[in-house]
């Protein structure tokens, strides 16, 4: 997955910061791919304004998935198109899974 990722400052660290796919924490780029974004998959953040510190522009015109383990911040601020509670590990695991049973599928038909 080519996905630029953009962190929080309290989750600042969570994501190598020296990977190409790193974005950042806040600035223009990181405005940048919010507002260029369809799909937004939010992990670990309540998305509330005072802890997340950026707006999602035209959210209504995103899909937002949400992962949280606090089913209360789903849907506070901005419309989830999918929520996922739990940890982000309840996230990535079966994205992984996906993933590799992708790659799996395109070596067996030689692509």
């Known amino acids: 997955m080519n996905t630029p990722v953009v962190s929080t400052l309290k989750a600042k660290g969570a994501f190598p910061e020296d990977n190409p796919l790193f ?43 949400h992962c949280t383990i606090d089913e209360l911040h789903v849907n506070k601020v901005y419309p989830t198109a999918q929520a996922v509670i739990g940890t982000p590990n309840s996230l990535y695991r079966p994205l992984l899974q996906m993933r590799r049973a992708r790659e799996v599928g395109l070596q067996e038909r030689g692509g």
């Open 23 to 65: 974005v950042g924490v806040r600035g223009d780029q990181v405005n940048h791919y919010l507002e260029k974004c369809d799909l937004l998959f939010a992990v670990g953040s309540s998305l509330s304004p005072g802890r997340f510190s950026h707006g999602i522009p035209n959210a209504l015109k995103k899909t937002i998935v």
